[in-house]
């Protein structure tokens, strides 16, 4: 979406709110298409006094394996985003980061915030913040589906710990 602000930056106190979807489905990362669902971004720009000042936030839902377990998992954040923008060319002196140069008000809405989505994806996506992941003997889910490997060059004690669980758990211990 291409926002036209000529008419709000001549005029003080004009206020355009901001609402609508952007589609990202199709961007790819990782291997993946994590923003399947449409980003809502709200938001406005306001013009107080000549400084014109936009303000958003941008809903984003990502879909993707969990790090450590595989899982399917969409952890919702927002993402916000404020700009002051300018119709003048700054020079390379004053150029702040927030500062947008709009020379011809025209103003790129979708450009500007699949930029700032992008520069905040998560590093790192967990199903939860305490996901166990899978065992690194039997392979299967810890979170869901407990068992009692020890891994390779686990720690000693712990064997013993491991023998003396097994016995009071039983016949049903399953050993990986
Ligand atoms: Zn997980
Ligand atoms: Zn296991």
């Not at 923003?35 to 993707?64: D, K």
């Not at 969409?74 to 709009?102: H, S």
């Not at 967990?126 to 065992?135: A, F, M, N, P, T």
Request: proline letters at 5%; hydrophobic letters at 40%; aromatic letters at 4%.
């Amino acid at each position: 979406m291409i926002l036209d602000l000529k008419s709000l930056f001549a005029q003080d106190r004009a206020v355009l709110p901001i609402v609508y979807e952007l589609d990202l489905r199709a961007f790819e990362w990782m291997g993946e298409t994590p923003l399947r669902e449409p980003i809502r971004v709200v938001g406005s720009v306001e013009n107080r006094a000549s400084v014109v000042t936009l303000t958003l936030r941008c809903a984003v839902a990502y879909t993707a394996a969990c790090d450590r377990c595989g899982a399917e998992t969409t952890n919702r954040y927002e993402v916000p985003l404020t700009r002051t923008l300018t119709m003048q060319r700054a020079g390379a002196e004053d150029a702040a980061d927030d500062l947008l140069e709009l020379p011809d008000a025209q103003l790129d809405l979708d450009a500007l915030c699949t930029e700032e989505i992008v520069l905040n994806l998560p590093r790192k996506h967990l199903c939860r913040e305490d996901c166990r992941g899978l065992c690194p003997v039997c392979g299967r889910n810890r979170n869901t589906d407990p068992c009692h490997c020890v891994p390779d060059g686990g720690d000693e004690r712990f064997a013993v710990l491991r023998v003396l669980r097994d016995a009071a758990d039983g016949n049903e211990t399953g050993n990986c």
